[in-house]
């Protein structure tokens, strides 16, 4: 039998790889303009056709190339930014591989003039395909220019695959912000289609913020400034009134290069917490400087993926230094939720309880997924789930387990008369059916497309219970279920004023309770949730958890009381979980705004990639 293995030619290679790198035209605008950053230019012309289809070319007035330099920056991993593996932690910059214009050149027809400031004749190189079709001496000016027409027109899968010119365009522009941004000491100019589009001359970042985003943010700005030892934060952030409702700024920026990182998003937001409506969300353009070495950025091909070793510690910098902004122009104070102090109890003179004569179903469950369908889920509760789902792109065959029934016991403390789901396994179809597995009855393991993701239990339903409560809160329709039988409760006059504090809270929350003074109160109606037997307790948790979370005066009042909730209502880790209420926490997970993080900061889950589980073992 003749063999079989054979070597791919370097085109096809260098092809491959290209894929990784070069996604769309906006991928190739990114590499290109931050070769021009790496080259020292200090200004930097961007010229781009059809939104980068057929033309994206980069000129600046940077070092420029020798001759052998610019043959050589087209081979794979040809870099002069590295010399050794060590180096990679070692730069200031972030994460070169020397791929990028040997991906360009494998997918587009390449025109490179390059000339070094000192010397008199330049280069000119013709590459189409990754194949040199012409090089020679040309007179041009200092520096470098690029042009990259016909991207991917070896490729057609990869040009069917583009979006519409706006869509793409769109994205060549926020690549073009991004580096902007990092950048403003460089004039950066580009043009679509002949016109004009950003004319940004020399600033600083104030500047070049307004510049791109227009005269009104100037007054909306808030200087963000923290220094350690360890870490350096600045930029600015939106003041909390013109928070949008939709995601407006919201940029990352780690050692001078645009990154994404939802969990330090999520600090962030922390930070706002009490100052802007859930749906709404916080504008920020915030750099991070730390020591290059303790950031990962090659967990991701494009970069903007990056890793900090101390990522606890970014974090808690990243919050303070919000809010310190945020407390330095003493905002908190007047953006304080409207809900009336000392709220007071409609008791009525000679109250008695008596039995009530309207009965709601005691045994609807507003935490319980089958009820679901009765609440309006809120904005965004499931904005995640597409970007999961990528994740969850299926190991297990669709269907390998069971469909089990979703009637699940973990939403409630009810174990009895459970309401038979009349359309099993709805919610479950969303997400394709995966082998869950419980460990140590503390955490749900799944094997996910990318590892091995690990969900502690506990924090993975505190934080689909907080969701929820949040929702409730704000939009006052919890559940109630009237107890036959009020009970009375005696408090502490410090727990009476708490009570008085969070009362109208607990009503949106489905609780009706009345004050009969001398420190007694009744019961008359619990959230659906709550079995009425545990009332009593329950209270009694809540009030211990809020006077010991007092302190933590940056967190408003209504998303500590959730949190509470959260805390004293989600499954306990040591609880055995049935498969399919693992499935339950799985997919309410996904369907959270924040997957990653529990109400209390702590990390919920974990994705072991296949590199890290050979680092554990071996
Ligand atoms: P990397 O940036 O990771 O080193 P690239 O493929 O983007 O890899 O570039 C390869 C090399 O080509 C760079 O290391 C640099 O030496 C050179 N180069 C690329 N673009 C420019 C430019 N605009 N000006 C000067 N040198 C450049
Ligand atoms: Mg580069």
Same mark, same amino acid.
């Given at each position: 039998?003749?063999? +079989?293995?054979?070597?791919?030619?370097?085109?096809?290679?260098?092809?491959?790889? @290209?894929?990784?790198?070069?996604?769309?035209?906006?991928?190739?605008?990114?590499? *290109?303009?931050?070769?021009?950053? /790496?080259?020292?230019?200090?200004?930097?012309? +961007?010229?781009?056709?059809? @939104?980068?289809?057929?033309?994206?070319?980069?000129?600046?007035?940077?070092?420029? *190339?020798?001759?052998?330099?610019?043959?050589?920056?087209?081979?794979?991993?040809?870099?002069? =930014?590295?010399?050794? @593996?060590?180096?990679?932690?070692?730069?200031?910059?972030?994460?070169?591989?020397?791929?990028?214009?040997?991906?360009?050149?494998?997918?587009?027809?390449?025109?490179?003039?390059?000339?070094?400031?000192?010397?008199?004749?330049?280069?000119?190189?013709?590459?189409?395909?990754?194949?040199?079709?012409?090089?020679?001496?040309?007179?041009?000016?200092?520096?470098?220019?690029?042009?990259?027409?016909?991207?991917?027109?070896?490729?057609?899968?990869?040009?069917?695959?583009?979006?519409? !010119?706006?869509?793409?365009?769109?994205?060549?522009?926020?690549?073009?912000? #991004?580096?902007? *941004?990092? $950048?403003?000491?460089?004039?950066?100019? %580009?043009?679509?289609? !002949?016109?004009?589009?950003? &004319?940004?001359?020399?600033?600083?970042?104030?500047?070049?913020?307004? $510049?791109?985003?227009?005269?009104?943010?100037?007054?909306?700005?808030?200087?963000?400034?923290?220094?350690?030892?360890?870490?350096?934060?600045?930029?600015?952030?939106?003041?909390?009134?013109?928070?949008?409702?939709?995601?407006?700024?919201?940029?990352?920026?780690?050692?001078? #290069?645009?990154?994404?990182?939802?969990?330090?998003?999520?600090?962030?937001?922390?930070?706002?917490?009490?100052?802007?409506? /859930?749906?709404?969300?916080?504008?920020?353009?915030?750099?991070?400087?730390?020591?290059?070495?303790?950031?990962?950025?090659?967990?991701?091909?494009?970069?903007?993926?990056?890793?900090?070793?101390?990522?606890?510690?970014?974090?808690?910098?990243? #919050?303070?230094?919000?809010?310190?902004?945020?407390?330095?122009?003493?905002?908190?104070?007047? %953006?304080?939720?409207?809900?009336?102090?000392?709220?007071?109890?409609?008791?009525? =003179?000679?109250?008695?309880?008596?039995?009530?004569?309207?009965?709601?179903?005691? !045994?609807?469950?507003?935490?319980?997924?089958?009820?679901?369908?009765?609440?309006?889920?809120? /904005?965004?509760?499931?904005?995640? #789930?597409?970007?999961?789902?990528?994740?969850?792109?299926?190991?297990?065959?669709?269907?390998?387990? &069971?469909?089990?029934?979703?009637?699940?016991?973990?939403?409630?403390?009810?174990?009895?008369?459970?309401?038979?789901?009349?359309?099993?396994?709805?919610?479950?179809?969303?997400?394709?059916?995966?082998?869950?597995?419980?460990?140590?009855?503390?955490?749900?393991?799944?094997?996910? =497309?990318?590892?091995?993701?690990?969900?502690?239990?506990?924090?993975?339903?505190?934080?689909?219970?907080?969701?929820?409560?949040?929702?409730?809160?704000?939009?006052?329709?919890?559940?109630?279920?009237?107890?036959?039988?009020?009970?009375?409760?005696? %408090?502490?006059?410090?727990?009476?004023?708490?009570?008085?504090?969070?009362?109208? /809270?607990?009503?949106?929350?489905?609780?009706?309770?009345?004050? +009969?003074?001398?420190?007694?109160?009744?019961?008359?109606?619990?959230?659906?949730?709550?079995?009425?037997?545990?009332?009593?307790?329950?209270?009694?948790?809540? +009030?211990?958890?809020?006077?010991?979370?007092?302190?933590?005066?940056?967190?408003?009042?209504?998303?500590?009381?959730?949190?509470?909730?959260?805390?004293?209502?989600?499954?306990?880790?040591?609880?055995?979980?049935?498969?399919?209420?693992?499935?339950?926490?799985?997919?309410?997970?996904?369907?959270?705004?924040?997957?990653?993080?529990?109400?209390?900061?702590?990390?919920?889950?974990?994705?072991?990639?296949?590199?890290?589980?050979?680092?554990?073992?071996?």
């Amino acid at each position: 039998m003749p063999d +079989l293995i054979r070597l791919l030619p370097d085109s096809v290679a260098n092809q491959i790889a @290209a894929g990784e790198v070069i996604q769309r035209p906006a991928s190739a605008v990114k590499e *290109m303009l931050e070769n021009a950053v /790496d080259a020292g230019a200090s200004n930097i012309k +961007l010229i781009v056709k059809d @939104a980068g289809r057929t033309l994206i070319q980069v000129t600046d007035n940077g070092s420029g *190339m020798s001759v052998t330099d610019a043959r050589m920056s087209f081979e794979r991993h040809a870099t002069s =930014k590295i010399r050794e @593996a060590n180096d990679l932690f070692a730069i200031r910059t972030l994460g070169f591989r020397g791929e990028a214009l040997a991906s360009i050149a494998a997918i587009a027809q390449v025109e490179l003039k390059t000339r070094k400031q000192d010397e008199e004749l330049g280069t000119y190189i013709l590459i189409e395909g990754s194949k040199v079709k012409s090089q020679e001496p040309v007179s041009c000016p200092a520096g470098t220019s690029l042009q990259v027409k016909n991207l991917f027109y070896n490729v057609p899968a990869r040009r069917n695959f583009l979006k519409s !010119d706006v869509v793409e365009f769109r994205h060549v522009m926020e690549e073009f912000q #991004r580096v902007a *941004m990092v $950048h403003p000491e460089i004039e950066l100019s %580009l043009f679509h289609n !002949d016109k004009p589009v950003f &004319q940004l001359s020399k600033a600083n970042l104030r500047q070049r913020i307004v $510049h791109i985003f227009g005269n009104s943010i100037n007054e909306k700005l808030l200087p963000v400034e923290m220094k350690t030892e360890q870490i350096l934060i600045s930029g600015y952030i939106g003041k909390p009134e013109t928070a949008r409702k939709t995601r407006g700024e919201q940029y990352f920026f780690a050692n001078a #290069r645009f990154i994404r990182y939802p969990y330090l998003h999520h600090a962030v937001e922390q930070a706002f917490d009490e100052l802007i409506p /859930d749906s709404a969300f916080p504008s920020y353009f915030l750099f991070i400087e730390v020591d290059p070495a303790t950031i990962d950025v090659n967990i991701h091909p494009t970069k903007t993926e990056v890793k900090f070793q101390h990522e606890q510690l970014i974090y808690g910098s990243v #919050r303070s230094a919000v809010k310190h902004a945020l407390g330095m122009f003493s905002l908190a104070p007047t %953006l304080d939720f409207n809900t009336e102090p000392g709220f007071d109890f409609p008791v009525p =003179k000679g109250y008695e309880p008596k039995p009530p004569t309207i009965t709601i179903d005691p !045994d609807y469950n507003p935490f319980n997924r089958e009820s679901r369908q009765f609440q309006k889920p809120s /904005d965004g509760l499931n904005a995640n #789930r597409g970007q999961w789902e990528k994740i969850f792109e299926v190991v297990a065959p669709r269907g390998e387990i &069971q469909q089990t029934s979703p009637t699940s016991t973990i939403f409630s403390r009810h174990e009895k008369n459970q309401p038979e789901p009349s359309d099993s396994g709805k919610i479950h179809d969303s997400f394709p059916g995966f082998k869950l597995l419980q460990v140590q009855n503390r955490f749900i393991v799944a094997n996910v =497309k990318s590892g091995l993701l690990i969900v502690d239990q506990q924090k993975a339903h505190e934080r689909i219970l907080f969701e929820r409560i949040n929702t409730m809160m704000e939009s006052e329709q919890g559940l109630q279920q009237r107890s036959l039988f009020p009970q009375n409760i005696h %408090l502490s006059p410090v727990d009476c004023e708490i009570i008085r504090e969070i009362a109208s /809270d607990l009503i949106n929350l489905g609780f009706e309770i009345s004050e +009969l003074g001398g420190g007694t109160f009744i019961v008359n109606a619990t959230p659906a949730s709550l079995p009425v037997s545990e009332t009593g307790s329950f209270i009694e948790g809540l +009030l211990e958890d809020y006077k010991k979370d007092k302190s933590d005066l940056g967190t408003d009042r209504k998303t500590r009381l959730a949190k509470i909730l959260a805390r004293n209502m989600a499954v306990r880790a040591g609880k055995s979980l049935q498969p399919e209420e693992m499935q339950t926490i799985i997919d309410e997970l996904f369907g959270c705004k924040v997957p990653e993080v529990a109400p209390d900061g702590s990390r919920i889950l974990k994705i072991l990639v296949s590199s890290e589980i050979e680092k554990i073992l071996h």
